[in-house]
């Protein structure tokens, strides 16, 4: 049990499924209140009536289309105007489509730049004062490994991810004297619905379905880490020890592992 959370009001978007419903349940467990934040109003009311159920704990939730700037920026005012305090942040919501580049079409692209990028710090710039004035709060930007280390068919989600790692270690010096914790999680390829929508054919989920992580595992990790100071959280440990490696010798583990990134 994380004892930081009790009566805190933790804000998650891409809450209806995945990572972000586990991670509203182990708030929700660990004595914290989840404002849940998806497109799919109808998952949030029902995550959020089983939350207050079964852990007596108010749950919140509104439903917002993070690939429409205006609307989700519309819904994060109410968000604002709702609730005084808001005690951590963990922007969850991503999306990717797997495609060379010269073949991605320009909305695809934009789409992912709205949500993994635009969306996420909209919403941090939102709640910045609110921490500040409180002098205490925590940011966890769900990132990727694919941050760190591109593949082909990944240029534009590396490239948000890497913008997400790249913004998130500039804000963490930048917010540090106020008691403000920033974290990023790194992670390898998790069982989700992100793959039906970023790989429709279904050959690199069921290339890499061994390797997968348990989405319900990622979440309890990170609700465990929240109030609590770490720079980064990297899953799995062994594609982190890959990252590093590719970082030092790029040229050489391109050509080495040029069949595993070409599983896309």
């Not at 990944?154 to 403000?180: C, D, P, Q």
């Not at 429709?200 to 348990?214: C, Q, S």
Request: aromatic share 8%; proline share 3%.
């Amino acid at each position: 049990m994380n004892e930081h959370l009790k009566g805190k009001k933790v804000l998650i978007t891409g809450a209806s499924s995945g990572i972000g419903q586990y991670l509203a349940i182990h708030v929700a467990r660990n004595g914290g209140h989840p404002i849940l934040v998806a497109r799919s109003g109808n998952r949030l009311e029902l995550i959020a009536k089983i939350l207050k159920e079964k852990f007596d704990t108010d749950c919140y939730w509104y439903k917002a289309d993070l690939t429409n700037g205006n609307e989700w920026k519309d819904v994060s005012d109410i968000i604002f105007y709702d609730h005084d305090s808001i005690d951590a942040l963990i922007n969850n919501a991503g999306m990717g489509i797997f495609e060379n580049y010269c073949g991605s079409k320009w909305q695809d692209i934009e789409r992912m730049l709205q949500v993994n990028v635009h969306a996420p710090l909209r919403i941090t710039h939102q709640v910045l004062p609110h921490f500040i004035a409180q002098k205490s709060g925590h940011i966890i930007n769900i990132a990727s490994q694919a941050g760190k280390m591109a593949t082909p068919k990944s240029a534009v989600y590396s490239a948000t991810k890497h913008a997400l790692l790249g913004f998130s270690n500039a804000l963490r010096m930048e917010v540090e004297g106020w008691g403000i914790l920033v974290t990023t999680v790194n992670l390898g390829p998790v069982r989700t619905n992100f793959f039906k929508q970023a790989d429709p054919t279904g050959n690199y989920e069921t290339a890499v379905e061994h390797l997968m992580l348990d989405a319900n595992q990622v979440a309890n990790r990170i609700v465990k880490q929240l109030f609590i100071p770490k720079r980064e959280i990297n899953l799995p440990t062994w594609m982190d020890a890959g990252s590093k490696v590719h970082q030092l010798f790029p040229s050489v583990t391109e050509k080495m592992l040029r069949s595993q990134f070409n599983k896309k």
